[in-house]
């Protein structure tokens, strides 16, 4: 069997090496308590306090401003949860966008039933949010924005800076779920007026189960978890040292690589693109052709079933997926290929493939290649497709 090509990078990474090497010595050796005060435990706590100032300055943030998690989902968890509560005497309107992650969507279905008012902002025909449909929302009782930074299944970057400037203006926060782009591309939290940012390491190469949330000085969030003292008494838990550690070897090796890399992952996304559209007919591709993940390529083919086109490109040794591996067990379409104004049909037959800096033209070649080789049988087995050569022959 040829090498397996993985295209999910989005859903998760290979957890690199030199991450791997970091994290080592504190499962064996450096594994004291980071709470206790003995050496072995006083060691632990000056990794994780290192960790945390690698992982500000990636931001351009402050370290005590960094609190850590277990990954991306409780990131944002705590953002809007933890903020609706401790802000509910001022107001109980959020805004989110239509596009979100179900870590946010579901969050604000949450609190819905526990009296809050959510307005969910919609997108255009790429998957950018409607700037002047924000700025309506706004009311003197909004008190969280909250719209991620680039789309996990489109790869559509948002105008976040926009957004960050509104919500400042407007003396509401803002919070960006940043989990697919942070590692990507650079993100100053005050450039962009961000007052929280959720961001996950199993993205970046990192460890899964591990996360941070960005909490800018002077936000009066309440605890997340109770418990003891950890994370300045915001967060209790024991400190998940190895995790830390790792999260911060990849942040590190992340933005040290992050211009190289994005060169060599744009040129194997665009090399995608231009083939499948040259290629395969009656196919569109999902968001914006530039202001998107360097990374991403997302694409629907009419008159096809993805899972099919997912078990057949499995089978043949390629790794992609039809959108979000949160959702991955759901036969609804994508929330945010509907919202994009893709029909049900349509957003069934969708694509997602997620390059790496490990990837190969040869590997993008090959998986266009065996796209449309799969593409044809399944449209040849297709009763809808051959009603629509039927028609567009004048048959019919």
Known sequence: MEKVIYLDNAATTKTAPEVVEAMTPYFTEYYGNASSIYSLGTQAKKAVSQARETIAESLRAEPNEIYFTAGGSEADNWAVKATAEAYASKGRHIITSAIEHHAVLHTCKYLEQKGFEVTYIGVDENGILKIEELKAAVRPDTILITVMFANNEIGTIQPVKEIGEIAKEKGILFHTD?????????????????????????????????????????????????????????????????????????????????????????????????????????????????????????????????????????MKGICASSGSACTSGSLDPSHVLLAIGLAHETAHGSLRLTVSEENTMEEMDRTVDCIKEIIERLRAMSPLYEDFCKKKEGLL
Do not use: W
Request: hydrophobic share 35%; net charge positive.
């Open 178 to 314: 940043a989990v697919q782009a942070y590692g990507q591309i650079p993100i100053d939290v005050d450039e962009y007026h961000i007052d929280m940012l959720s961001a996950s390491g199993h993205k970046l190469n990192g460890p899964k189960g591990t996360g941070f949330l960005y909490i800018r000085k002077g936000i009066k969030t309440r605890s997340f978890i109770h418990g003891g003292q950890q994370e300045r008494g915001r967060r209790a838990g024991t400190e998940n040292v190895p995790g830390i550690v790792g999260l911060a070897a990849a942040v590190k090796r992340a933005f040290a690589i992050m211009e190289e890399k994005t060169k060599k992952e744009i040129a194997l996304r665009d090399r995608l693109i231009e083939r499948i559209k040259k290629e395969i007919p009656y196919c569109r591709l999902n968001g914006d052709e530039k202001k998107r993940l360097p990374n991403n390529v997302n694409f629907s083919f009419q008159f096809i079933e993805g899972e099919s086109l997912l078990i057949m490109l499995d």
